[in-house]
């Protein structure tokens, strides 16, 4: 629309006649349906080809009528060309660069024919410079555009197939290191044992009464991961400050220093050599050798240690990676647990503290109710120790290879459910296919999570368990026949904003719901129920307890 506003006006500027305009609303009507359905296979094409013969012609037309130029004749043909932009850069964004010069070639052909066909006075409109060279310098200018246009997108697809996506490249990453976790020893994925190596092998190269390595910690600070020598080393660990080991930091490059890099050194002579361990562009950690003779790291020593440090940076980097991936991996189950025993046991122990303290206060006043609250207290210790057991189980329990989800879960109910005296009704039904590890891990621990609400809060006596799987579809249920949700306590709830979070991430959904006459049914459901005409090889059980 833009492009026929603009060529409209330069039409009306170069022949000073509005009846020429008609040509612009032919181009109009001849884009139209390409504009309507632009990702149609023909309309698109055969809309485009019909802009650039009625270009042709329009060009050929105003330039024959136009007042521009003078003597040389022609040039009013560039007020219509600009359109030529259109459905070529069309072709261009719609990455068919063949169809772009097919209509180059058609746009030429019109201009020519048209050219030969009109006579401006007396003369052919080919013959003149004017037009030829206006011509020329647009279908120029447009095949350069769209070869530039080719072009980059051939670029970027090379770049694109050298560069993996970021699932396919975290993939592979993954694969490799679970690989190379398995080939190498055990500790090789420890940066605190790769430390300890790497200092072996450079007590053999270079002198060192004391030697460290050191790596970032945050906050403008190291922290030391492995150190040699007789006795304990308070190194300067603080980047700001005025140190060879800050200046190493900073430059990545080896430094060398005739003072020691401990604070707690008592003085004397000193020879410490600090080199940089640096993986690609990155600073991962620092070496620091320290001897108590001057000049004991001369250019040969260093390069002997450059040597065998550059390798290590790299080794150090990988297992400082899977360390945070580590500990990303561990941090859930770490809050989960802190929020556990913050509402659990340590509250338990605060009652047992209190009950201490009133038999205490009664000591020596009446003996027999001192006696009755220490009874009282030996059972909630009793009843401590059972629930840090439980807790100890449900983190020692796991799906097995062999077993099945439906087996650990039966396994974790039947002892729930004989410690807090809940008679235990399960209804099992698991195929021979098995669900994704991960995906049976999550599942475990949300009927753990339902059977312990049931025993902690529900004031329940029966417990009715049940596991369908048949993958992809699963629903495990717990149902239980105490007091109802409404009415646990509100640390309860945490355990149900656990579960809900575990179902979210296994593209699973939680219900939670009233039992009749009395009790709550909390189920997890994954996929849907597919048609079990027959049992189809699936291990069925039911039992009660």
Known sequence: MVMLALVAVLTLFATRDVGQLWWI????????????????????????????????????????VATIGGEIGGLGASAVLPYLAVPVTVTALRRRFSEGAALLAVTAAALLVAGALTEVDGERQLAQIGYLAVCAQWLILAGLGLYAANTLHRVMQVRGASKPQPYAEATRLLTQLRTVARQLPGATLDPGGISEHLLEELRAVAPA???????????GRLVVLAQVGADRVDWET????????????????????????????????????????????????????????????????????????????????????????????????????????????????????Y??????????????????????????????ITELRLSLFELRSEVDRHGGLAAAIAEYARTVGASGGLRVHLSLDESTARLPAATEAELLRIAQEAVTNAR???????????????????????????????????????????????????????EIRPRQPSG???????????????????????EGE
């Open 520 to 542: 709550t049914t909390v189920a997890v459901v994954l996929g849907s129920s597919p048609r079990r005409g027959n049992v189809r090889g699936s291990a069925a059980a039911a």
């Open 456 to 510: 902690k809060h529900a004031g329940a006596s029966n417990l009715w368990v049940t596991c369908e799987v048949d993958p992809p579809y699963a629903q495990i249920e717990v149902s239980d026949d105490g007091h109802g949700i409404a009415d646990q306590r509100p640390d309860g709830r945490y355990g149900l904003a656990i579960m809900a979070e575990r179902a979210e991430r296994i593209r699973g959904r939680l």
């Open 355 to 384: 009950g201490i303290d009133n038999a205490l206060a009664t000591v020596f006043d009446d003996a027999e109710e001192t006696a009755e609250a220490l009874r009282t207290l030996r059972g909630e210790v009793t009843r401590v």
């Open 238 to 353: 603080t980047l700001d400050a005025d140190s060879a080991i800050a200046d190493a930091w900073a430059s990545q490059q080896p430094q060398t220093a005739a003072r020691s890099q401990a604070r707690s050194h008592p003085g004397g002579e000193v020879s410490a050599l600090i080199v940089p361990l640096v993986a690609g562009v990155r600073t991962v950690g620092l070496v620091v050798l320290e001897a108590d003779v001057a000049h004991a790291y001369p250019p040969p020593v260093v390069s002997r240690v450059t040597g065998l440090t550059s390798p290590a940076a790299l080794r150090l980097e990988a297992a400082l990676l899977f360390d945070e991936v580590r500990s990303l991996a561990t941090n859930e189950e770490r809050q989960r647990l802190a929020r556990e025993i913050h509402d659990g046991v340590a509250q338990e122990l605060v009652m047992v503290g």
């Open 209 to 219: 009464d004391r030697a460290a390595v050191l790596s970032a910690s945050g906050g």
């Open 25 to 64: 609303g032919l181009l109009a009507v001849a884009g139209l349906p390409a504009l309507l359905a632009p990702g149609h296979r023909l309309v698109g094409p055969l809309s485009r080809l019909a802009e650039v013969v009625v270009l042709g012609l329009a060009a050929s037309q105003v330039g024959a």
